[in-house]
T-cell receptor, first 113, second 112 residues
Framework: GEDVEQSLFLSVREGDSSVINCTYTDSSSTYLYWYKQEPGAGLQLLTYIFSNMDMKQDQRLTVLLNKKDKHLSLRIADTQTGDSAIYFCAETSLSSNTGKLIFGQGTTLQVKP | SQTIHQWPATLVQPVGSPLSLECTVEGTSNPNLYWYRQAAGRGLQLLFYSVGIGQISSEVPQNLSASRPQDRQFILSSKKLLLSDSGFYLC???????????FGPGTRLTVT
């Protein structure tokens, strides 16, 4: 079945770049997403990438997709303490007419001042 | 603009009591609606989704149920709560033709 895997924890210093990685198994994945969850809050959609793209950049965020290896990454430049949160990778497929998302377990990003 | 509301924000209920969580969406019509559960601050498990009024699909067998009495209202219910029902419940919506899902603020349920 479909599966999305992420490492559970990442610690960086303020001002450094953070790279959060994700792998997925569904070869028919067409949209891949990054969500951010701050403590006690819902999920905030950060960005997403369509599977025919290799890269997408949005201000401090860069998403890289290696479709051959089924690997997705999120790079946060100049990481700030406000970036501390759990980051979820998710995927969906056009074959899913419900738009159902499959989520990873989330990566906790800790930013040290 | 579209907004999504959930209530209550927090809830403490004894084992065996009933449950009703509500989710409403404003600013859009005929959205796809979803209920997720997040246990212990980790991954999200899809519980139910709905593509229209009265149309509910269940992803996992459990003692929870969902209903969609109105286009933009999604309700999660239980007749008798179990300890294992504790968690953070998130509602989400999407436009059927677009693939982004937007989440509500969530309800923290503690079953004691």
């Amino acid at each position: 079945g479909e599966d999305v895997e992420q490492s559970l924890f990442l610690s960086v210093r303020e001002g450094d770049s953070s790279v959060i990685n994700c792998t997925y198994t569904d070869s028919s994945s067409t949209y891949l997403y990054w969500y951010k969850q701050e403590p006690g809050a819902g999920l905030q959609l950060l960005t997403y990438i369509f599977s025919n793209m290799d890269m997408k950049q949005d201000q401090r965020l860069t998403v890289l997709l290696n479709k051959k290896d089924k690997h997705l990454s999120l790079r946060i430049a100049d990481t700030q303490t406000g970036d501390s949160a759990i980051y979820f990778c998710a995927e969906t497929s056009l074959s899913s007419n419900t738009g159902k998302l499959i989520f990873g377990q989330g990566t906790t990003l800790q930013v040290k001042p | 603009s579209q907004t999504i509301h959930q209530w209550p924000a927090t809830l403490v209920q004894p084992v065996g009591s009933p449950l009703s969580l509500e989710c409403t969406v404003e600013g859009t019509s005929n959205p796809n609606l979803y209920w997720y559960r997040q246990a212990a601050g980790r991954g999200l498990q899809l519980l139910f989704y709905s593509v229209g009024i009265g149309q509910i699909s269940s992803e996992v067998p459990q003692n929870l149920s969902a209903s969609r009495p109105q286009d933009r209202q999604f309700i999660l219910s239980s007749k008798k709560l179990l300890l294992s029902d504790s968690g953070f419940y998130l509602c989400a919506w999407s436009v059927a033709s677009v693939r982004e899902q937007y989440f509500g603020p969530g309800t923290r349920l503690t079953v004691t």
